[in-house]
């Protein structure tokens, strides 16, 4: 270590000029060596060393800051977004979305598909990706402080639309088929049981097919033999003895009871519940206690079902009744015509045979109906019932 030279040795061997410009030198060495070789400490002077310290303490102050600034200071996510075949995808929409952050950038690419975003807050963020066409796409990401995010390059998939198509048969067409299978139930196997369905939901008739399922109702041979039979009952009983006797009296009364069967069934099984959206036939309904079921016979007597699947009073078949009595004094003998009460009172009998009628039909008329449609429960469909010789079958057997 080299010592400082002292003022007294520099006078034992100095001449007194030559010591002072020695000194003076020396003193200019000293002041000026701190800036080129660092700090250097005079001996019996304490000042330098202190403004060091000083400067040190703010040299540090200085570098927390800066390392502050640093660990708050927000970077850049940038990427590039193309389509399946790699060209940019222009014009798509990217979201940017960092935890903790409530508010979110948006940002669109530019023709070369890049994006950029700046100043982003440091921590975990995620990117959304949309573009019309495209499926939307999701990326996560954590930025560091201070630096920058180069998230890679976004495929941009073709959206799948998945279009659910149910296809449901028109209402017409589903009821013309429940039709069909309504003109094949013939208790016996001959009588025609059309005006019952066994499909609890079956589908509302439309107006043609009404008077269709009428019309197949007045025109069955069946209905000609059962009208002829009750017409020979009614000879042989000299009932309505105004028609007379022979062939011209059992054809008026043929005519006249095949004309009170056509009236009622064209009036209240067509005409009326067309105008008034009201289904004729009988629901089936074959489950339940018998009491229920007894109940359910009798009440539809004077309730039925509207186009609409809702029940409602029977307008149609009461009004029917009712018209076809009135009209059937225009061709009865006058003896024989109905007045005003007794038309009414023939209604309410009417009721009544309905209301059994339709017992019937619950309980008895099924099982003689050997083509009676059933509901497959698998598919909701009909299929035929069983066949004539299985009725006959169980018939036998009950009886004996």
């Known amino acids: 270590m080299k010592r400082m030279i002292g003022e007294r040795e520099l006078g034992a061997f100095l001449p007194l000029g030559a010591k002072n410009c020695l000194l003076a030198a020396i003193?200019?060495?000293?002041?000026?060596?701190?800036?080129?070789?660092g700090p250097i400490g005079i001996v019996g002077g304490g000042e330098p060393a202190a403004n060091l310290n000083e400067q040190q303490a703010g040299a540090q102050a200085a570098g927390q800051v800066d390392s502050n600034v640093n660990a708050r200071a927000g970077g850049q996510v940038r990427g590039r977004v193309v389509d399946q075949t790699g060209v940019a995808a222009a014009g798509a929409t990217v979201k940017l979305t960092v935890d903790g952050q409530t508010a979110s950038q948006e940002a669109v690419?530019?023709?070369?598909?890049?994006?950029?975003?700046?100043?982003?807050?440091?921590?975990?963020?995620?990117?959304?990706i949309a573009s019309a066409g495209f499926a939307t796409q999701t990326i996560a990401g954590n930025l560091k402080a201070g630096e920058n995010e180069e998230v890679a390059q976004v495929t941009l998939a073709i959206a799948t639309n998945v279009t659910e198509v149910r296809v449901t048969p028109p209402t017409f067409e589903v009821a013309e088929a429940q039709i069909k299978e309504q003109e094949k139930q013939r208790a016996l196997g001959f009588i025609p049981n059309f005006y019952v369905t066994y499909v609890p939901n079956a589908a509302p008739l439309a107006p043609k097919q009404k008077f269709e399922l009428a019309w197949k109702s007045m025109v069955d041979p069946v209905t000609f033999g059962i009208t002829g039979a009750v017409a020979g009952i009614e000879q042989a009983t000299n009932q309505y003895s105004g028609f007379g006797q022979g062939m011209q009296g059992y054809a008026k009364r043929f005519g006249a009871a095949y004309a009170d069967m056509a009236t009622g069934t064209l009036i209240?099984?067509?005409?009326?519940?067309?105008l008034l959206k009201q289904d004729p036939r009988y629901f089936y309904r074959g489950t339940g206690s018998t009491k229920s079921r007894i109940l359910y016979a009798v009440a539809n007597s004077v309730i039925c079902k509207g186009d609409n699947g809702k029940w409602q009073a029977n307008y149609s078949g009461i009004l029917g009744g009712l018209a076809a009595g009135g009209i059937s004094n225009l061709y009865y003998p006058a003896q024989d015509r109905n007045g005003v009460g007794l038309t009414f009172e023939n209604a309410l009998i009417g009721i009544g045979a309905t209301a059994a009628a339709n017992v019937l039909q619950e309980f008895v008329i099924k099982k003689l109906t050997p083509s009676a449609a059933k509901v497959d429960p698998n598919t909701g469909a009909t299929k035929a019932g069983n066949p004539v010789s299985k009725v006959w079958g169980t018939l036998v057997r009950a009886g004996g």
């Open 27 to 37: 003193v200019m060495v000293a002041g000026i060596a701190p800036t080129m070789a």
């Open 268 to 274: 209240g099984g067509a005409i009326l519940p067309s």
């Open 109 to 128: 690419t530019e023709d070369d598909g890049r994006f950029s975003f700046a100043n982003v807050a440091p921590g975990a963020f995620q990117l959304t």
